[in-house]
Antibody
């Protein structure tokens, strides 16, 4: 059974760096084809993809946010970490991590999401 | 960058068929995936690779993709299908995931 859970601060100040951790079970990020993605959703708005990391440590980022994002994995801990620098109130959103369908860049298992508010 | 266009809303009566479109330049050359999201919940993958259903998704959900339009079809619509639906592709020219703007399905 695949599960994912996001953790991190619920409130960050403008200009701070956000660090979110995705802790998962039921699969290994060392297995060929496996990937974990991050997607966010501002309140009342659409889904926005942020980043994707593959089993081979290949990484992809949203072009519009690439300069602010870093995604890493710790295979031994079954964790993926996303950092986003220079946070702004427009970054207020629910942040989800998700499991990539092997062979396809889509997501079949999602965490419950964590709401991050950016405010001074 | 690649853009996916969805109608903001679609309404359908119970028992009827709902069709939600996703427009994109030559989208027929890409693989399209669809998600259902109910209020306060994480998205659920309902269709991948244009028309495949993950296990547990009812056969009432189907997908097609050709030319500049992909379509999610929900047959025999039920009240429980009321949700937001998002299409998604992988843009291979720039190596990134693209989501559509979402469509709110209302069951009358």
């Amino acid at each position: 059974q695949i599960t994912l859970k996001e953790s991190g601060p619920t409130l960050v100040k403008p200009t701070q760096t956000l660090t979110l951790t995705c802790t998962f079970s039921g699969f290994s990020l060392s297995t060929s084809g496996v990937g974990v993605g991050w997607i966010r959703q501002p309140p009342g708005k659409a889904l926005e993809w942020l980043a994707l990391i593959y089993w081979n440590d290949d990484k992809r980022y949203s072009p519009s946010l690439k300069s602010r994002l870093t995604i890493t994995k710790d295979t031994s801990k079954n964790q993926v970490v996303l950092t986003m620098t220079n946070m702004d109130p427009v970054d207020t959103a629910t942040y989800y991590c998700s499991h990539r369908v092997s062979g396809w860049n889509c997501f079949d298992y999602w965490g419950q999401g964590t709401l991050v508010t950016v405010s001074s | 960058s690649y853009v996916l266009t969805q109608p903001p809303s679609v309404s359908v009566a119970p028992g009827k068929t709902a069709r939600i479109t996703c427009g994109g330049n030559n989208i027929g050359s890409k693989s399209v995936h669809w998600y259902q999201q109910k209020p306060g919940q994480a998205p659920v993958l309902v269709i991948y690779y244009d028309s495949d259903r993950p296990s547990g998704i009812p056969e009432r959900f189907s997908g097609s993709n050709s030319g500049n339009t992909a379509t999610l079809t929900i047959s025999r619509v039920e009240a429980g299908d009321e949700a937001d639906y998002y299409c998604q592709v992988w843009d291979s020219t720039s190596d990134h995931v693209v989501f559509g703007g979402g469509t709110k399905l209302t069951v009358l």
